[in-house]
């Protein structure tokens, strides 16, 4: 298939696989046990959300690493689009956590490793930005935040593993559990729409990511040829 | 006044050099070259580029567009090893204001890794006339004149390969400006000389000229 | 460098003077609020621990951005980018953030353990657990400061850029400075230890390779 083709189809046919998600998600799946009523069918919007958002910050990093190599700022470009959508979907899953947790135990915030590992991520995405905000040099700023962005991805281990290790955790143990395993024990029916809808939200990100990038490089060529 | 004896020679090369801040484009496509032997004098009114143009030769500022090299006769030399070969004095380059001149240049030259005596530091403060009664007074107290002979000390402490000068004999008195004659005489044959100014009499120096439009 | 740092900073005390007033006027705060009797008995190791970080790290943050910010606001940044090997500058200016913090832990930890009724039953463990923590704090600290710097150098900006890197560092020097004052056995102690230590190293090795790109630009 030509990349031009591509570029047609793939967003209708990522629309018409989120619609199947979704739908499926309330109907087709059952809901599992241990949870209150339907608050389990959250795990199929806010898990992938939360990977899309670490997956945000994988590219990101990639990005930034290749920036300070080459200095070619088209990958600077590539790294703040990544964070854009990085913040958003941190946003996304801490909001879909939060409701998930009023409705389970009762309070919005519950102080859980997870929960707050999600919510650190997006403090590090705003900092991102209010330093990309501060830097009026182009050069520089992409530097500096591409600096900023390796710096948070060293500490992240220790939020993501070590931390847990230390303390008791309130997020359900159905995905990954005390050891930091990943055990799927979920029913033929719910993995089928956990994962529908884990590629269909990593395609949500391919798509958007793609978009902003090409977007920016429109940009810096016609600022190239208003230069000349 | 200086040894040369540690110095290769360097020439300096910037091509298509370019430099934008945001939406303003502050240089555009410059071209030329600094030899060893030669001073270029970079002129221009206020605000048209003369100091992002030499902080960009000396490795402070990237350019946006364009390359700057140093090369010392045999090969190139990586951006982060061009401040040894370099000697700079700008406005907006100022020693330290808590410690006396003596004590600037000695820290600078250990931080440089020169063995320099206390004597030697001295003679060089001597040549450049910064009062002896002032030597150990912090550089704070100073005036503009007496700050601007001590950042001239400070640039050519090492006896650098190139030597650059933003506005050198700003704040100085006649007497100050013949220093910077003096120091651009001294080097003009072993080293590469760039000097930015409007000084009339500084123009005069040139070897070679760009001029800035802003 | 060091020596360089700690003569200009004698002579000016800009620094010592923010942060150990911060640090004072904080702790004076905490103390008069709270109080030593007004705390439930088993809630006081974790949440007096906690206090304590807090009122460190804050220190921290209005003072140790002070080794670049006044270079770039003196105009001192250029002079000094073009005398010294970035190296050099990184583990000079690291050097002195951590000398500070270790004074300030010196005055504060003792100053806030008498006015809070603080009962530190294993010192060993509590100064191991300090000097860690400033070890790994100074590294941080001195890398964002480098970053800030050549920004806009505000400390809202240090700030925002540090918290979100130190949280998982505060989680262990709180539990390490809890464990350590509630008994003299050290084992508990050393699990924080090993994980402070192991932040520690991370961030000073990516510091030092990240300082190269900040400091040049």
Redesign the interface.
């Given at each position: 298939m030509t990349r031009k083709a591509l570029k047609i189809w793939f967003p209708w046919v990522l629309g018409v696989w989120m619609i199947v998600v979704i739908v499926a998600a309330f109907f087709y799946a059952p809901p599992a046990q241990g949870f209150k009523g339907e608050s389990s069918r959250i795990v199929f919007f806010h898990v992938p959300q939360a990977w899309v958002a670490v997956l945000a910050f994988c590219v990101n990093l990639v990005a930034s690493v290749r920036y300070?190599r080459r200095?070619d700022p088209l990958d600077d470009a590539r790294a703040a689009a990544a964070a854009r959508l990085g913040l958003v979907f941190s946003v996304l899953a801490t909001i879909t956590g939060s409701l998930f947790a009023r409705v389970m135990w009762g309070s919005f915030w519950n102080w859980d490793p997870r929960e707050?590992s999600i919510a650190?991520?997006l403090?590090?995405y705003?900092?991102y930005f209010?330093?990309r905000e501060?830097?009026?040099?182009?050069?520089?700023r992409s530097?500096?935040s591409?600096?900023?962005a390796?710096?948070?991805f060293?500490?992240m281990p220790?939020?993501i593993f070590?931390?847990p290790r230390?303390y008791w955790s309130l997020h359900p143990d159905t995905i990954i559990s005390a050891s930091g395993q990943l055990r799927f024990e979920m029913e033929s029916r719910m993995r089928q729409v956990f994962f529908g809808s884990l590629m269909g939200f990593t395609g949500l990100f391919a798509w958007l990511y793609t978009l902003d990038v090409r977007l920016a490089r429109v940009r810096m060529s016609r600022a190239r040829r208003e230069?000349v | 006044m200086v040894l040369f004896a540690a110095m290769p020679e360097i020439s300096i090369t910037f091509d298509r050099v370019g430099k934008r801040f945001g939406s303003r484009q502050v240089l555009a496509n410059l071209s030329g070259a600094i030899e060893p032997g030669q001073v270029l004098v970079v002129v221009g009114p206020n605000g048209s580029g003369k100091s992002t143009l030499i902080n960009i030769i000396a490795g402070l500022m990237r350019p946006s567009r364009g390359e700057v090299a140093y090369r010392d006769g045999e090969g190139t030399l990586p951006r982060a090893r061009w401040f040894e070969y370099l000697g700079m004095a700008a406005p907006d380059m100022a020693v330290y204001e808590e410690l006396s001149a003596r004590e600037n240049l000695r820290f600078f030259a250990r931080v440089r890794g020169l063995h320099r005596s206390d004597a030697a530091l001295d003679d060089l403060l001597e040549t450049t006339g910064l009062p002896r009664r002032e030597r150990d007074r912090p550089v704070a107290t100073y005036s503009s004149g007496m700050k601007q002979r001590v950042k001239l000390a400070q640039a050519v402490l090492h006896a650098p390969a190139v030597l650059l000068l933003d506005e050198p004999s700003s704040n100085l008195d006649e007497a100050g400006h013949e220093l910077v004659a003096r120091i651009v005489q001294d080097f003009r044959p072993r080293a590469a000389v760039a000097v930015a100014t409007n000084d009339p009499r500084e123009m005069a120096w040139a070897d070679a000229r760009i001029e800035l439009a802003g | 460098m060091l020596g360089k740092e700690v003569t200009a900073e004698l002579r000016s005390r800009v620094a010592l003077n923010a942060i150990g007033l911060f640090a004072l006027t904080t702790l004076v705060a905490v103390a008069y609020q709270i109080g030593p009797y007004q705390i439930a008995e088993e809630d006081r190791p974790h949440l007096l621990a906690a206090l304590l970080w807090i009122i460190l790290f804050f220190a921290a943050t209005s003072g140790l951005a002070r080794v670049f910010v006044k270079e770039e606001d003196s105009h001192t940044a250029k002079t000094l980018r073009l005398a010294a090997r970035p190296t050099a500058v990184f583990v000079g200016k690291y050097l002195f953030n951590l000398v500070l913090l270790l004074a300030l832990y010196d005055v504060i930890v003792p100053l806030f353990c008498a006015l809070m009724g603080y009962a530190v039953a294993g010192v060993p463990g509590l100064v191991m657990v300090m000097v860690g923590g400033a070890v790994a704090l100074a590294a941080t600290s001195t890398i964002v400061a480098a970053i800030i710097s050549r920004a806009s150098g505000s400390s809202t900006l240090f700030a925002i850029m540090s918290v979100p890197l130190v949280l998982p560092l505060l989680v262990f020097l709180i539990r390490g400075t809890r464990d350590a004052a509630g008994s003299g056995d050290l084992q508990p102690v050393l699990a924080s230890l090993r994980a402070i230590v192991a932040y520690a190293g991370v961030t000073l090795i990516t510091s030092v390779g990240l300082f190269r790109v900040v400091w040049n630009d």
């Open positions: 300070l200095r707050v650190i991520l403090l590090v705003a900092a209010a330093l501060m830097v009026p040099d182009e050069e520089r530097t500096l591409a600096a900023y390796v710096l948070a060293v500490t220790f939020l070590v931390v230390i230069e | - | -």
